[in-house]
C-alpha cells in the first residue's frame, strides 16, 4: 500500500493550523476515546461520541489514522466491547489502514471488578507478558477487522534484572502477535535518559520491517527526570535518531507529531511551521515507495499463566495511586514516586477542569497547599477515574460531606456539580443562587475573589439531553 | 460537547442576571467532560489553576503565566 506521509495528532487547537497549510496535507492522528463522553445508565457505560467535531475531522482532506488511547495491550483486564464497537464505526470513517494502541495497563482487578490506575503503567516485562499482550493485540485485529499496532512506552520505573529489557520485550510482543509496532522515539529517548536500555540499543532489537509508525513529541523536566509531557518542539537529540534510524524501516507508513491541546495553542504558528518542516525532512529519509501492512494471525485463545506479574502489577498500581505502600521492589525506586505525582495531577487536572469555578474559589480561599491536602485526602480514599466527569462527580460528592468554610463555594459547587450530574447521568436538577450568579461568576473569571455580591434568590433547572424540558412553575426568582 | 449531547439551563424570563454568561460557562465546562487524561503525555491543567496568587490586601487571585 501506499504510505501515509508525515502529520500530526488531531487536537481542536490545530484545526485552523490545518485548515492553511498548502502544498502537502499533513496525515491527521484522532485518538478516539478524546471525543467521547461518559455516560452512565445504573451501572452500564456508555461511551458518547462528539458527532459534531467528529464530523470536521472525517471532512478534513487529509489521510486519517486511529490512535486509541484506552485499550492498552498490557495488563489482565479485557478490552470493553463498547469502546471497540466505537472504535470499529470511528475507524470506518476515517478509513484508517491501522489501529494502535499502548504497550501498557491502566486498570488492575480490585475485588470482584476493576480499578483505574488514571494514567498508563508499564507492564511486567517477562515472557508470560509479551504472550498475553500478543493475545490481546491479536483479538483486537480480529475484532476491528484491521491491522493493529502496539506503541512503545515510557516508563519511569528501574529497570529490573529479573525482566527482559525493552529492546527484546517489544521485539518479542511484535513477533508473537504479528503485529506492526507505533515507536515512539520520544519515549525511547526519555527511558534513556531516565536510566533505562539506550534508545539506539532498543532499536538495533526490533524487527525494523514491523515499524509502521512513529511518534516525535518534546518533553519537560520533573523532579530530575525527564518526562513525556507533549508539550513542545521535539528535542534535537529525537530528530538525529530517527534521522538514522528511518532509512532502515522499509514499512514505515507515517510519522506524527504529538501535542496536547493546550500547547498547541501556546506554540503559535511558528514552531508548528518548523515541526512540520522538520517532520517533512525526516519523511523524506524513507527508502522505500510502498509499504505492507498485514492484519495479526487468527490464533485460538490460549490460557496463560501469570499471576506473578499481575500480582506485581497491581502493587504497582496500589501504590502509584497512593492507596498502598510499595512492595520491597519498587519501595527505593524513585520512578514511583513520579508516578504518584503525575496520576494525582492529572486526576487534580480533571477535577479542575469539571470543577473549574469551586478549584479557583477552593484556591483563592484555602490557598494551594490546603486545596491540595483536601485532594490528597480524596485520591487517598477513591480510585481514579479516566474521564474528567467521573472524576469531577466523584470530589464533588466528596467535597459535599465536608464542605470547607467558603462564602459562595455551596452555590458554585451545586451549579458545577448539577452540569456534571447532567453530562454523565442525563439528570435534571434544580439549582439555587442567592447572589446573582453572573456577577458571581464573572469574578470568578477575572480570577476575583468575590464579595459583597448582590442578594437574590434564583433557582435555575438544570436539564439533560433527554427531552427534560423544565415546566413554568419549576423556574422562579424573587430579587431581595 | 455534540449537538446530541446539550446539556440546558433553563432561567426565568425576566431575569437579573447575563443568560449568555451562564450559557458559556455551562458550554466550557461541559466541553472539557471528557477523557484526556489516558495517554501517557502529562496533563498540566492544575499546575495551571495553582499559578494563581492572592494580594493579601485586596484579595485579588491574579494568575501567573508559566512558563510550560
Known sequence: MRPLGPGVVVVPALLPWLSEQRGEQPVVEVEPQTLWSLQLDGGQRRYLLNRELFRRIVDLPNRKLVHSVGLPFGGPQPAAPEQIALIAEMSEALGTPWVSDHLSFNAFRDGDGWSNTGFFLPPRQTEASAQAAAQKIRELSTALGRPVAFETGVNYLRPHEDEMNDGDFFARVARLAGSGILLDVHNLWINECNGRQRAADVLAALPLDRVWELHVAGGTELNGFALDAHCGPVPEAVWELADAWVPRMPNLGAIIFEVLDDHASRLGVRVLDSQWERLQALWSRRAHADIRVTMSPIRAREPITRHVDEEWERTLAEAAIGRAPAGEMLACDPGLALFRELIFDTRAGFVAQGLRYSMTLLLSALGPRDTRELLSQYAATTPPELFASLESDRFAQFLRGRLPRVAYLDEVLGYEHALVRASLYGEASTVTFTHDPAELLDCLDRGQVPQALSSMTVSLLVAGQEGDRPGEPSMRERSE | ?68
Not at chain 2, 36 to 58: A, M, Q, W
Open chain 2, 1 to 68: 460537547m455534540s449537538e446530541n449531547d446539550v446539556v440546558n439551563v433553563y432561567v426565568p424570563r425576566e431575569v437579573h442576571f447575563d443568560i449568555k454568561k451562564m450559557q458559556v460557562v455551562t458550554a466550557n465546562i461541559l466541553k472539557r467532560l471528557g477523557c484526556e487524561g489516558c495517554h501517557s503525555g502529562r496533563i498540566i491543567y492544575f499546575k495551571n489553576l495553582e499559578d494563581f496568587v492572592v494580594n493579601p490586601k485586596t484579595l485579588d487571585v491574579q494568575e501567573l503565566r508559566s512558563g510550560l
